[in-house]
């Protein structure tokens, strides 16, 4: 069964500053998307970014991108020039290919705390 | 309005009582899907449906039960309600892999 870790309960940083959120996934599969969602304090739960499997090129969407170590099974999230909108949980989520359900395994998340 | 709702937004209940919380979307997404939030477990997945009259089981399914008799509706029953159902509710549809979530209903069970 695939499992996804986010082994950084809290993060904080500086506005202005860059963070990167870690996670690591496990699974046999080749073919797979993975996901960054955030949710920030008014619950609402919001695609940040997302990277298929077998496109080498890591993802970008404006300040957000994402490092993807497929041999290693590690995405992780950058988030540049921190804003004060940036604090909220962050989730990191797997879905398989395989799969005819559409059904996406989540890690624990990260609540990141961006300071002024 | 356009997207994916939740009623009511806000629960709170007794012990013993029976609570349906609804959802429906509007983009006519084949898939559906009930989580539950609790501090500590993340996102877990209660039900989850393939289209209407087809559900499943997910992670935590004991207590609750689901319906989707149309493609836009996706109820869900506690039939008992227990403390241990005190959470946060998301109901959510994907479409390519990509999950829309609901606004979220926070239920208290006294």
């Known amino acids: 069964a695939q499992t996804v870790t986010q082994s950084q309960p809290e993060m904080s940083v500086q506005e202005a500053e860059t963070v990167t959120l870690s996670c690591t996934y496990d699974t046999s599969e080749n073919n797979y998307y993975l996901f960054w969602y955030k949710q920030p304090p008014s619950r609402q739960m919001i695609l940040v970014i997302r990277?298929?499997?077998?496109?080498?090129q890591n993802a970008t969407e404006n300040r957000f991108s994402v490092n993807f170590q497929k041999a290693a099974k590690s995405f992780s999230l950058k988030i540049s020039d921190s804003q004060l909108g940036d604090t909220a949980m962050y989730f990191c989520?797997?879905?398989?290919?395989?799969?005819?359900?559409?059904?996406?395994?989540f890690g624990p998340g990260t609540s990141l705390s961006v300071i002024p | 309005d356009a997207g994916i709702t939740q009623s009511p937004r806000y629960k709170i209940t007794e012990t013993g009582r029976q609570v349906t919380l609804m959802c429906h979307q509007t983009w006519s997404h084949s898939y559906m899907f009930w989580y539950r939030q609790d501090l500590g477990h993340g996102l877990r997945l209660i039900y989850y449906s393939a289209a209407a009259d087809i559900t499943d089981k997910g992670e935590v399914p004991d207590g609750y039960v689901v319906s989707r008799s149309k493609t836009e509706n996706f109820p869900l029953t506690l039939e008992s309600a227990t403390r241990s159902q005190t959470s946060v509710y998301f109901c959510?549809?994907?479409?390519?892999?990509?999950?829309?979530f609901g606004p979220g209903t926070r239920l208290t069970v006294l």
């Open positions: 989520a797997f879905l398989s290919m395989k799969t005819s359900y559409d059904k996406v395994i």
């Open positions: 959510a549809s994907s479409a390519f892999g990509e999950q829309f």
């Open positions: 990277q298929e499997a077998y496109k080498q």
